[in-house]
């Protein structure tokens, strides 16, 4: 028989783990290239998750409430400083990113999809409001941002009124990002230089007001295209479903020193681009025209700015290395191929038998007299 200590701490995390959760993130400072930090949980496959059918516990929300229903994951900005998103609990080392999505409206309202690292390697697609017809691409590499000469507008019509496939494909050689299965750009890592993002990345997505001055920096709301009048809103952003296939395998990634390079990193259990067969899995219909215009303006991906701040956000500040510090997966727990983080059969099998004992003794307890 178990303590009823034990069965307290056992519902409690039984309930925490099965619950898929908004709560808010807990933030750190720690740059890997500059410090030993905690280990990256790895993701190490693939996950096809259907936001139509709710929330899983392998994203978390913050910054604001993100809802489920039919249309899938939506993230809403009616006010100043709401800034909703959900962040991967899990990294992946090179991968794809497919996510079907609606951008959402409003002069200054921001939609994005960032792949970021501890380190502040960042690859973006990110929608304005203010244009139905383009998606912006970009790249980062160790939060340099000292020059902004990376950022493409690329063709995305109609992308707030139709569901589209955003797909952004990333392995040691190069970037490639795509639009309904359209290659609308890439960018090879010869190209990109030191700038090239090779280090462990957790996905990101919501929306955010670029445009809202009481929160942002002019440059901010002009590059977002506000001001953000939130009188015409609320602005909702809506994502059907998001397939994320890690291109390595294991447990969880560290880094090997402080370079920041991808040979650097290493796999507890498993290998750096052990899941190389699925590189060339990308399913595409076409390469589109070159990008409709180059330009030196779009600022480092982030889901807020200013007081909202939630990533690198605008501008880059050296110091400010936020990053997220979620919770790993618990040993004895495992993704399943929907997204969802659950008990093994043998973990299961363990915490039936616990609930099971601790249900005794709060019958036991409730008898009168009590009988233990």
């Given at each position: 028989m178990v303590s009823l200590k034990r069965c307290r701490a056992a519902l409690a995390a039984g309930i925490g783990m099965f619950s898929s959760g908004a709560s808010a993130q807990t933030w750190t400072s720690c740059n890997p290239t500059q410090t030993t930090c905690p280990a990256n949980t790895a993701l190490g496959m693939t996950i096809d998750v259907d936001f139509s059918q709710g929330g899983v516990n392998s994203f978390v929300a913050s910054g604001g409430t993100v809802?489920?229903?039919?249309?899938?994951a939506s993230f809403t900005v009616a006010g100043s400083g709401q800034a909703p998103q959900l962040t991967s609990v899990f990294y992946i080392m090179f991968g794809r990113v497919e996510v079907t999505m609606k951008a959402a409206p409003g002069a200054g309202i921001?939609?994005?999809l960032v792949l970021q690292s501890d380190c502040l390697d960042e690859i973006d697609m990110e929608w304005l409001g203010a244009d139905d017809t383009?998606?912006?691409t970009n790249y980062f590499g160790k939060g340099q941002t000292g020059t902004f000469n990376r950022?493409?507008?690329n063709p995305a019509p109609n992308n707030q009124n139709e569901w589209i496939t955003y797909t952004i494909d990333w392995n040691p050689e190069r970037i490639v990002w795509s639009v309904g299965g359209t290659v609308v750009r890439t960018t090879t890592a010869s190209e990109a230089g030191s700038q090239y993002p090779q280090t462990p990345m957790q996905?990101?997505?919501?929306?955010?007001?670029?445009g809202d001055p009481s929160t942002n920096p002019p440059g901010t709301v002009e590059w977002a295209r506000g001001p953000t009048d939130y009188s015409?809103?609320?602005f909702s952003m809506y994502v059907k479903s998001a397939v994320v296939s890690d291109y390595s395998t294991g447990k969880s990634y560290t880094y090997g020193d402080v370079s920041g390079t991808w040979q650097s990193i290493k796999s507890e259990g498993g290998e750096i681009n052990g899941n190389v067969d699925n590189v060339n899995t990308m399913t595409l219909t076409a390469t589109a025209p070159a990008a409709t215009n180059v330009s030196p303006t779009i600022p480092a991906g982030g889901i807020g700015?200013?007081?909202?701040?939630?990533?690198?956000?605008w501008p880059w500040v050296p110091t400010g290395t936020d990053t997220p510090n979620q919770s790993t997966i618990p040993d004895g727990w495992v993704m399943t191929p929907s997204g969802k983080i659950v008990p093994s059969s043998s973990s299961l099998v363990s915490m039936f038998n616990v609930f099971s004992n601790c249900f005794i003794i709060i019958y036991l307890l409730k008898e009168d007299p009590p009988r233990i």
């Open positions: 809802s489920y229903g039919s249309e899938g921001v939609s994005s383009e998606v912006q950022g493409q507008f996905v990101k997505f919501g929306a955010w007001a670029g015409k809103g609320p700015g200013g007081s909202t701040r939630t990533q690198t956000g």
